[in-house]
């Protein structure tokens, strides 16, 4: 075989293993892009359902609050009431049950409360709503805290009620407004 035949021949098989070389290198390094840009697709999209997550929970405290500002806000009312019709029924010597409508509607608003409450995530806010339950229910169950007052006596423990109760809802609105205020400024971390 003469020289440059043989010399052409390991040209073209050297370029032939070379493009074929060139070829598996090119499919190799595809392959590794290729698991790189779905590992960071993968990471992304994780990081997109987390971050969607945060948001989410945070919207749904943010209403469990209002809602739970709003439940407060009826139970003061109610307990208000039935401390009124309490003291009311003092002053002529009667120590009756609530009328049905309100005692359903303090049962009802209690209900709300407890589930609501139960939904927040803050151990404080939730220390705070109990408090408030409980002076709620000792102010408004039973009527026998009056029995037995009159005149100035009977009208100071009223008012002494009344400014009890005033000052708990006082501080669960301020510990609940913050909490609501807490959501409400929450955004998420930038990246």
Known sequence: MEP???????????????????????????????????????????????SRRDDEAHTFQREILLALQDAVQLMAR?????????????????????PDTLSDD????????????????DAGV????????DTSARLSISPRHLQGLVGDD??????SDIMELHEGFETLTAVLGEAVRREIAWRPPVE
């Open 4 to 50: 440059v035949v043989f010399t052409q021949i390991v040209i073209a098989a050297a370029t032939l293993l070379a493009s074929l070389g060139g070829y598996l290198l090119a499919g190799l390094n595809e392959r590794r892009r290729d698991a790189r840009t779905l590992a960071r697709e993968l990471q992304l999209r994780g990081t997109e359902r987390e």
């Open 106 to 121: 303090m049962h009802s608003n209690g209900v709300d409360v407890r589930r609501l409450a139960s939904r927040v995530l």
């Open 126 to 133: 939730r220390a705070a709503v109990d408090a408030f339950k």
């Open 154 to 159: 009977l009208e100071n423990r009223a008012t």
């Open 78 to 98: 109610l307990t208000y009431k039935a401390m009124h019709f309490d003291h009311m029924q003092a002053r002529e010597g009667k120590y009756t049950h609530l």
